[in-house]
C-alpha cells in the first residue's frame, strides 16, 4: 500500500495563489505518474494534470497556464502550484498515483479542501 498525504489547502481571495502538496511513503521515482484531481460539490471528480516519472507535465484546459505541477524526488513529493484562483477552482483536491507491481495499482491521497472566495 502505497500512503499519500496531501496538504496546504485553505481559503483564498480570487486571484490569490496556494500550493498544495502531496507527500507519499515511498519512492515516487517508482510510479509511472502522479495525478492531481478535483472535485467539487455536486460535480464529479475531474483530473487537473499530470507528471509522469520523467517529469512530463500535461494540464486540463481549464487550469493550463495558472496551474503548474513539480515534484521533489528526494522527498518523495509532488506540488501543485495554483495561481490567479478563482471561485470555480474551489474543491476537493486529490492525488493519486499509478504503478505497476503484477498489474496496475491506483493510490489516492484523503484530499485537501480549496476554497477560493469572490
Known amino acids: 500500500q502505497v500512503q499519500l498525504v496531501e496538504s496546504g489547502g485553505g481559503l483564498v481571495q480570487a486571484g490569490g495563489s496556494l500550493r498544495l502538496s502531496c507527500a507519499a511513503s515511498?519512492?515516487?521515482?517508482?510510479?509511472?505518474?502522479m495525478d492531481w484531481y478535483r472535485q467539487a460539490p455536486g460535480k464529479q471528480r475531474e483530473v487537473v494534470g499530470s507528471i509522469t516519472r520523467y517529469g512530463t507535465t500535461v494540464y486540463a484546459d481549464s487550469v493550463k497556464g495558472r496551474f503548474t505541477i513539480s515534484k521533489d524526488n528526494a522527498n518523495n513529493t509532488m506540488y501543485l502550484q495554483m495561481n490567479n484562483l478563482t471561485p470555480e477552482d474551489t474543491a476537493v483536491y486529490y492525488c493519486?498515483?499509478?504503478?505497476?507491481?503484477?498489474?496496475?495499482?491506483?493510490?489516492w491521497g484523503q484530499g485537501t479542501q480549496v476554497t477560493v472566495s469572490s
Open positions: 515511498e519512492s515516487i521515482l517508482s510510479f509511472n505518474a
Open positions: 493519486r498515483i499509478s504503478r505497476v507491481r503484477l498489474q496496475l495499482e491506483y493510490f
